[in-house]
């Protein structure tokens, strides 16, 4: 009985740190979750686009004139990123209203990202290039899955970016405690990293 | 809230939405089994239709139905059923049981953490893991039957779902239940990994790690590395056959008719799926070899031999897994020249499983062995990895292969090397880690049974077949018996059936004695093996955060057995020292050297 009455003691200290054991676990435990999931993004888009070129292997693919929208969407990444380390920066200095405009400005350049996609996708249709069916080529249906699984997984940034977005207009990172933006940023930058590999990918392979 | 209310969340989220890694790995561990039990069903099922082709088991057909019509199994239910044993063997019961299980019992224990880095995550892995075996299950039922394509479910039977009746709802299912299972397990590595880089108690540097952590931590980067390769395979998959593209279909006819799908090529699935396929095996049987590694030393009561050389020949393993894919795809068409290179790369495997099996047997070697069922399991893995290693090198040399693709011989070399070795691992592992896992010690005696059953007729069933191979007669055939050439081999078959029989019966008395044991089994003491490492540093009772107190300091590597001083006599009194003992003066820590 005295045995329990103790193990309940200790419980309940060990309860009282668990508040610090959170937080810690969560500083120490975030960033790597983040890059061992890239790592395995990677391989996901590794796997595609090695498929695409034994495939192409096979027989040669016919060119496809790619939509110059997607070059759009290329700077538009590209900027968007800036936006977002320029609001990373800003929240170290406790500038909250540079990270605020920063970081709203950089889902504005995400959604415009997606909607210059989507025409680069309609001028693909409408040139004749399917996603799929009788009249549809192996290299077209690559370039629509390619760019489309991109986008997929730039949504889901978006999300992280949502999340972040609303936690800055609260007020509610400091230098100290910023991990959850650090997090973001660096799934956001992977995704502009990973257009620009699927862009030239695409430009020098099958367009 | 009511109490009556409190106590059912209580109830709902420790043992249903559990956020504890000891009760996620129960949770893999049970539903691992039962799928792995089904498994077992139904290759005893389909071991009758080979033993003895044709004739009825009229009893079979109350379990099975239409299945088998008059006691006699309906052909394309066979194919149904191999696919499926093959499917849940590999993927339900050898890694996501396996691994899902130790992995999750044992990292936190063993390098001294609360819990992994997420326990949401881990929870998750385990739910899809769930999920996943679910659909799995329910795809049998559909109309058609579940997926009929072999386990490695190659296009075009996959493709279209027009070719044979499991390529129907079944094969969309099995698509269905295997994504959401690859993202069970890349949740769960993403986790382990994490958790074993970053959640170290103070004094485990990696070189002082158990060799199972290295073990679960080479399976998870490996499953990180290769499983989202197999989901890409799988959207292809998917995409050729419900929305028309031809990643895989080329100039296909179907009774006369043409289809629309051109310029495909089922290659590249080939390539994509042994792309991880490989790995694959290496994720079934790498915690195996950790597992054994460690019981062996503690049982031998001498340390690991060659601690350094064991972590290194597993990461060489793991990185040639990579590049060996090829070696399945000799019979592709491909060219001699890269069937050489991979040929090579296979056969440089030989190195370090060598090496490790040398390891195994030199920390056997005058060692005072304490045989419990997990000692007899693990010198069972020792056996297998050696034989099925052996018949490794045939079908890794590309020249040799051609003559045995696809027959019998793939199947006993394939089940010995991977799929014995990694289920008497697991065995090993739940007889040894019991107490850890429900506070309780399981018979030894039925342990013993269940060990020399298992172990005599696993080799009746499989070494046969080596033979059966050798004839030239193929994997996957309903029936033998309207092929005159193979007609002597049908005794053989009934042979192997025997065995296949007894051995599904010996697993009973392992299900017996784990549900017995774990209900009504003796007390477990603290530490019931006298080992070094710190999950026996626990107590015996489960709570959220392992440690009552501070996570203890480790001062030295797991291995200090029988370690004496310069008069022979036992360092501290015993023939074990805890990671928890500081080094003593003079004396060395072993991980370092």
Redesign the interface.
């Known amino acids: 009985m005295k045995k329990m009455e103790e ?1 309940i003691k ?2 309940t ?2 309860r009282a740190e ?1 508040i610090n ?1 959170k937080e810690e ?1 969560k500083r ?2 975030s960033k ?2 983040i890059w ?2 890239i ?3 990677i ?6 686009t ?2 695409v070129i ?2 192409q292997g ?2 040669g693919f016919l060119a496809i004139e790619m939509p110059f929208s997607f070059t759009i969407s290329t700077v538009i990444i590209v900027l968007s990123s800036v936006a977002f380390q320029f609001g990373l920066i800003s929240v170290k200095k406790g500038n909250y209203l540079a990270a605020k405009l920063s970081i709203t400005l950089t889902l504005i350049l995400g959604l415009l990202f997606i909607v210059t996609q989507y025409m680069g996708w309609t001028f693909l249709h409408d040139n004749g290039y399917y ?4 009249d ?3 290299e077209s ?2 370039l629509y ?1 390619l760019t489309g ?1 991109h986008v997929v997984h730039l949504i889901g940034g978006l999300f992280s970016l949502l999340f972040v977005l609303v936690k800055t207009m609260k007020n509610k990172y400091s230098l100290e405690n910023i991990t959850g933006m650090q997090v973001s940023i660096i799934y956001w930058h992977f995704l502009g990293a990973l257009w620009i590999y699927l862009f030239l990918f695409l430009r020098f392979i099958i367009a | 809230m009511s109490t009556h209310q409190h106590h059912t969340k209580d109830f709902l989220f420790t043992y249903v939405f559990s956020t504890d890694h000891k009760m996620i790995s129960k949770q893999f561990l049970i539903t691992g089994f039962l799928m792995g039990f089904i498994g077992l069903i139904m290759s005893t099922l389909f071991r009758l239709q080979l033993g003895w082709p044709g004739e009825s088991f009229e009893i079979v057909e109350l379990l099975m139905g239409s299945w088998q019509e008059n006691g006699v199994m309906n052909p394309d239910k066979y194919l149904a059923l191999v696919t499926m044993h093959g499917t849940i063997m590999v993927f339900f019961l050898l890694t996501a049981g396996l691994s899902g299980t130790f992995s999750n019992l044992l990292i936190p224990l063993q390098i001294g953490a609360r819990d992994m880095a997420s326990g949401f995550l881990n929870m998750l892995s385990y739910w899809f893991f769930f999920v996943s075996s679910v659909i799995m299950l329910i795809s049998l039922f559909v109309e058609g039957g579940s997926a009929s394509a072999g386990w490695t479910i190659y296009p075009p039977l996959s493709a279209l779902p027009q070719a044979i009746p499991g390529s129907g709802a079944g094969m969309t299912l099995w698509l269905i239940a295997m994504s959401i299972f690859i993202v069970s397990s890349l949740i769960g590595s993403l986790n382990y990994i994490v958790t074993v880089f970053n959640l170290r108690t103070k004094g485990m540097s990696m070189t002082r790690l158990p060799l199972t952590i290295w073990a679960f931590l080479l399976t998870a980067v490996l499953g990180v590395l290769s499983f989202p390769v197999l989901l890409s395979a799988a959207l292809l998959l998917v995409f050729d056959r419900s929305f028309g593209t031809s990643f895989y279909l080329s100039d296909i006819y179907i009774g006369g008719q043409v289809l629309d799908h051109s310029g495909g090529s089922p290659i590249l699935f080939e390539h994509l799926f042994w792309f991880l396929g490989h790995p694959e095996v290496y994720i079934v049987l790498l915690p195996a070899l950790g597992i054994t590694s460690e019981i062996i030393s503690t049982m031998s009561r001498k340390p690991i031999f060659g601690y350094r050389a064991m972590i290194g020949s597993m990461m060489a393993i793991a990185f040639l897994s990579f590049i060996v894919w090829g070696h399945h795809m000799f019979l592709t068409g491909m060219n001699p020249f890269l069937g050489s290179v991979f040929t090579f790369t296979t056969l440089l495997i030989a190195i370090p499983s060598a090496v490790k099996v040398f390891n195994y047997l030199t920390t056997l070697w005058k060692g005072n062995i304490v045989f419990t069922p997990a000692t007899l399991f693990s010198v069972g893995l020792v056996s297998t990895f050696i034989s099925g290693g052996v018949t490794g090198l045939v079908l890794g040399n590309s020249a040799l292969d051609i003559n045995v693709h696809d027959t019998y011989f793939v199947i006993g070399h394939f089940h010995i090397v991977m799929g014995l070795s990694a289920i008497f691992g697991m065995f090993a592992g739940v007889y040894h880690w019991f107490p850890k896992l429900f506070g309780r010690m399981m018979n030894n005696k039925l342990g013993n049974v269940h060990f020399w059953f298992t172990i005599v007729c696993s080799y009746g069933v499989f070494f046969p077949m080596h033979f059966l191979g050798f004839a030239g007669v193929p994997r996957r055939y309903y029936t033998f018996s309207e092929f005159p050439m193979f007609e002597e081999m049908i005794s053989i078959n009934e042979f192997i059936s025997i065995f296949a029989i007894i051995a599904m019966l010996a697993q009973l008395v392992f299900f017996f004695n784990f549900v017995y044991s774990a209900l009504r089994g003796p007390k477990a003491p603290m530490n019931p093996w006298r080992a070094n490492s710190l999950e026996w540093t626990t107590p015996v009772e489960h709570f959220h955060g392992n440690w009552y107190g501070e996570i203890p300091t480790v001062y030295r590597w797991p291995y200090d057995y029988s370690k004496v001083d310069s008069n022979g006599d036992y360092l501290y009194g015993e023939d074990f020292i805890p990671q928890t003992t500081p080094l003593g003066e003079n004396e060395k820590d072993g991980g370092e050297h």
């Open positions: 193990n200790q419980m200290t060990l668990n054991y676990l120490k435990t790597p979750l061992i999931g790592v395995s993004i391989m996901f888009f590794g796997g595609l090695s498929a034994v495939s096979g027989g996603a799929a069916g009788k549809s080529t192996q249906s690559f899955l699984l």
